[in-house]
Nanobody, 125 residues
Framework: QVQLVESGGGLVQAGGSLRLSCIAS????????MGWFRQAPGKERLFVAW????????VYADSVKGRFTISRDNAKNTVYLQMNNLKPEDTAVYYC??????????????????WGQGTQVTVSS
């Protein structure tokens, strides 16, 4: 079964940290760009970060730059999102995604065709 499964969300106070994980199965992982997106209630899904297949290249949304770090362990088929200095405006459902291969605009959701179910992150003030 081809799927992505996120974990690691939760409730944290402002200034705290969380690390999200996303485990991939049923599909080659090491050759794909992986991304993280988030969606707050009533709002569109927004780009957070993406990482190249080998892990050497990363790109971040301006809103999380310097606070979030995306990484991957291809031996474990897992991509991570380390989130530090969390703010109430980071509250959202966080989704990981695997690229579709024929569109290379990785800050846009249309570049991905496999999504996880999401994990809720809530930051209290």
């Amino acid at each position: 079964q081809v799927q992505l499964v996120e974990s690691g969300g939760g409730l944290v106070q402002a200034g705290g940290s969380l690390r999200l994980s996303c485990i991939a199965s049923g599909r080659p992982f090491g050759g794909a760009v992986m991304g993280w997106f988030r969606q707050a209630p009533g709002k569109e899904r927004l780009f957070v970060a993406w990482i190249t297949p080998g892990g050497a290249g990363t790109v971040y949304a301006d809103s999380v730059k310097g606070r979030f770090t995306i990484s991957r362990d291809n031996a474990k088929n897992t991509v991570y999102l380390q989130m530090n200095n969390l703010k109430p405006e980071d509250t959202a459902v966080y989704y990981c995604a695997s690229e579709r291969g024929d569109i290379s605009i990785y800050h846009e959701s249309r570049s991905y065709d496999l999504w996880g179910q999401g994990t809720q992150v809530t930051v209290s003030s």
